[in-house]
């Protein structure tokens, strides 16, 4: 893994904005950054997110941390104003994430853009979205192969179970800041890479499923004392990456784009839906329509726009 330090990070050349998001105080830029120790530059995605504060500063909060102000407005009993905070290695400012190289798929993903709401019936899905995730080259998911393997992120692993058809690690995922509790986000990565999707799950995982929610929940009560209910544990359709996870997130956490209806699916709900079917034959999620949203910038927006047509919906 390559050492993007603040020299490093310092010969950025900035590009453009993909995306701004005033939800999470984030900024997503696009440039490039040196590649290893040569002269060259590759394309680089860079994300910048302000951290939270957290109840532990509280206290130090105003009478220590507190650097400057400046008047906003003042009416009767209210007052805003401008803050600004003394620098702690303790308390970062921002969180950055970093793609390097990153591809146009990457740009494109990352850029803001147009969603639209397509249908997926098993026959597009056999049709257009199976070759689509089967055409992606197992170069795309090597970073999820180093974590299986314990080449990368080995210190974070909070739990694992290496059966090669039942087992899965659990860690943080790169979107949390590895301190705020309430807005904890773990993420289930399961060993058996067969399953690329929702659509692969049938009742023989029942048993890979409810374990990733016994241990998750036992992972944050251990680790943070998080109680039974604390927790909203969710799978992505259309996901980021075709090798399956679920999402492990504080129930409390709110405001994530993820998380939205046409995205995220509950993974008690899936646990229930695959409960009800049959010993053999496809399963439920086989079986259905799957309704999710799309961005424009997708590889399958194209397509499955087309494919609406005949439909019949609307």
Known sequence: MANYDFAVLK???????LNEDSITHALTLLGTLPVGNSSDHAQAIVRIEKTALTADQAEQ???ALLKDTKLIEG?????????WLNASADRPDVKINIIHPATEVHVRKYSTQEVAIVHETPALYESIVKPYISAFPPSRTKWVDNILNGVSEVDKILFRDPAPETGYVILPDMKWDLTTISSLYLVAIAFNRDIRSL????????????????EAARVAKD???????????FIHYQPSYYHFHVHIVNANYVGLHGMSAGQAHLLDDIISLIECDPDEGPSILQR?????TLGEQHGLYEPM???????GYY
């Open 305 to 311: 726009r087309a494919a609406q047509r005949d439909l």
């Open 288 to 292: 259905m329509t799957l309704t999710y």
């Open 75 to 83: 009416t009767d009993i209210y007052t805003w104003l401008f803050g």
């Open 61 to 63: 909060l105003l009478p």
């Open 199 to 214: 659509r692969d799950l049938n009742k023989a995982h029942i048993g890979l499923l409810k374990s990733i929610r016994r």
């Open 11 to 17: 010969q950025f050349r900035y590009e453009r904005v």
């Open 223 to 233: 680790r943070w004392g998080l109680e039974q209910g604390s927790l909203r544990m």
